[in-house]
């Protein structure tokens, strides 16, 4: 392992309890860059904090997130990305810029509220967001916190989900398809891939992700979005660009963005401060919002 990474957290994982609920967090729809979407809001004070979730999510991954920091009084937005949760389709080319350019968007709008710089979170697909943004030197970004970000070392059926037999199914069946079913089958592959310990999983955090999965046609076109950002790899981001702080967090079970990713990462970004943690798979944010809170609640104090 690269000198550069520091190992953090790296005791066992108990599965952590949320904090009690609180009523600072706000759900409400939005315009963003011209997208309707949805945002999840901890009302509070510092500098804001944008949370990008990955391929297939949306803004509700980020819960465990926001009610700590909404607990800490830190002010933070989840936002639904386009193409997925209940933002409109995008166009299938250039994807990546889109989803970049939305999240620009989400930057320039919370610094002009605030009159702050903003700490933007990402992850998996929200991650390699986090990571092109931060190469836009003119924008108002205090520091990026990529979370098994893609673009890096990413597993080849990310690709070619479409082929792996019980989601070819699932699209290509001629009858119709419920979706109960369609829930069923998209849960199933969520909670092999993404989690360190699928079977320690709570149901409503899988019921959170399939909530928007639910038409096969749906899930097809979002797989086309992702096949289509394939070409991007050779390109992945302009390290020599990026000069903000940089703290990535990475789950050494992660089954989907491979954990050697960390190593490129602190050879490409030397300042950057890497954290891998044990038994954790692709949703650090699900399976230790602590260890991602503390990561923001760090870079927010220096910001």
């Known amino acids: 392992m690269s000198p550069a990474i520091r190992l953090g957290d790296t005791g066992e994982h108990p599965r952590e309890a949320p904090p009690a609920p609180t009523p600072r967090l706000n759900r409400k729809r939005v315009t963003v860059g011209g997208v309707p979407t949805r945002v999840l809001t901890a009302r509070g004070d510092g500098p804001p904090v944008i949370l990008l979730h990955g391929w297939l999510d949306n803004a509700e991954t980020w819960l465990p997130v926001l009610e700590r920091l909404a607990a800490r009084g830190q002010s933070a937005s989840a936002y639904d990305q386009p193409g997925f949760g209940v933002a409109p389709d995008m166009e299938v080319e250039n994807a990546l810029d889109q989803l970049t350019d939305f999240a620009e968007d989400a930057v320039l709008a919370a610094a002009a509220r605030s009159g702050r710089k903003v700490i ?18 003119n924008l108002p970004i205090a520091g990026i916190v990529p979370i098994g970000p893609a673009g890096v ?6 690709f070619t989900a479409d082929r792996i037999p019980v989601v070819n199914r699932l699209i290509t069946m001629p009858a119709p ?8 089958i998209v849960g199933r592959f969520y909670r092999s891939l ?21 038409d096969r046609r749906v899930v097809a076109r979002r797989i086309e979005y992702v096949k289509g950002i394939r070409g991007d790899l050779d390109h992945a981001f302009e390290a020599d660009r990026i000069t903000v702080p940089v703290t990535v967090i990475w789950g050494d079970r992660d089954r989907l963005c491979m954990p050697g990713g960390a190593e490129d990462l602190a050879e490409a970004i030397p300042h950057a401060r890497i954290q891998m943690l044990e038994g954790i798979g692709h949703t650090p944010q699900v399976e230790s919002p602590d260890v991602v809170v503390d990561a923001i609640a760090e870079m927010t104090s220096h910001a």
């Open 177 to 184: 398809v419920s979706p109960a079913a369609v829930r069923g």
């Open 194 to 214: 993404a989690f360190g310990d699928p079977a320690g999983v709570d149901q409503a955090v899988v019921d959170r992700f399939t909530k928007f999965n639910d």
């Open 120 to 137: 933007v979170v990402g992850n998996s697909l929200g991650g390699w967001v986090c990571l092109r943004l931060a190469e836009r030197q």
């Open 153 to 158: 070392r990413m597993a080849r059926f990310f």
